[in-house]
């Protein structure tokens, strides 16, 4: 199948929720009144960015000088991989080149991931949680790598190839309208990706739809603790740089609330203030953001909530 194809929704079990949630378009507008960036000129900073890093590993999120793991090194380094919740066992299982160290945890680790599961990372980079969801769920199972920048997909699949990933695929697509079937996933991951969307609501939205009743949310993400300074709130590397973009507990939990989900927690990681303080020599960002895990189950018949009556 094609990258235009699968970007499209087409196919035998993509399709995207487009239609669905054209309120989305308000949300998105209000959003960029606040962060000073509008939506599409911030899609297109993200693209850039994240091409670049695919094409040179020398660059990360965060600032210029690094963030969310402060590039591949720290992506293969034992000591910063367990202050992300990885075990030395994960690096090994993984041939180098698919961890680019963009992430700000370990979403694998909270995802109760079970042989034969369907799984969809939302923003898969170079695939380096695709392919460790891949151990987890065997070869009955099923993983699926969503990403919006071509050179990040052509590379992933790459990986796949080098990694001898049969079970694990990488489709080009927003992660807003993902090009995947309703009802089809069972689990879905991200990690360090949704704080860079210009809308998380429809990000929620379309997690809701893809994945089946039961169906569980295990992200790894950037919240936003304080009010930003001006300058990091408008700047786009620091939106691109997982940063500028993020949103506080109480609004990601209206969103996933909103979306139709259960069970909603969003835990920051107090002891993620070391790494943070990292990603930028020039001021301490975990002032204002910190790493979180945020879990989510969509409901099923017999758990949904029950809507009240109208008069």
Known sequence: MSDETVASGEGDDTGTGEDAHDGGEAEEEARDAESGLDGAAQRTAV???????????????????????????????????????????????????????LGCG???????????????????????????????????????????????????????????????????????????????????????VINLSPDKAQVFREAARVLRPGGRLA???????????ADLAVDPSSVTGCVGGAATVADLEAMLAD?????????????????????????DLSDYVLAARIEATKPTAETRPETPASN
Request: contains cysteine; aromatic residues 4%.
């Open 47 to 101: 693209r850039e960015r994240y091409a670049g890093i695919a094409a040179d590993t020398s660059s990360c999120c965060g600032g210029d000088d690094g963030g969310c793991g402060d590039g591949p090194t720290a992506g293969i380094d034992a000591d910063r991989a367990r202050e992300l919740g990885y075990a030395e066992d994960d690096l090994a299982a993984v041939e180098p080149g698919a961890n680019l160290g």
């Open 259 to 283: 979306a139709g989900f259960v069970d909603v927690s969003v835990e920051p990681k107090a002891d993620s203030d070391e790494f943070v303080r990292e990603w930028d020599p020039d001021r």
């Open 219 to 229: 992200v790894s993400d950037v919240v936003r603790t304080a009010e930003l300074p």
């Open 106 to 192: 370990n979403p694998t680790a909270i995802a109760s991931l079970e042989q034969g599961d369907t799984v969809l990372d939302l923003g898969s980079g170079a695939g380096f949680d695709c392919f460790l969801a891949a151990r987890e769920v065997g070869d009955a199972g099923r993983v699926i790598g969503v990403d919006m920048t071509p050179e990040m997909v052509e590379r992933a699949r790459e990986n796949a190839a080098s990694n001898d990933a049969g079970n694990v695929e990488f489709r080009l697509g927003e992660i807003e309208h993902l090009p995947v079937a309703d009802a089809t996933v069972d689990v879905a991951i991200s990690n360090c």
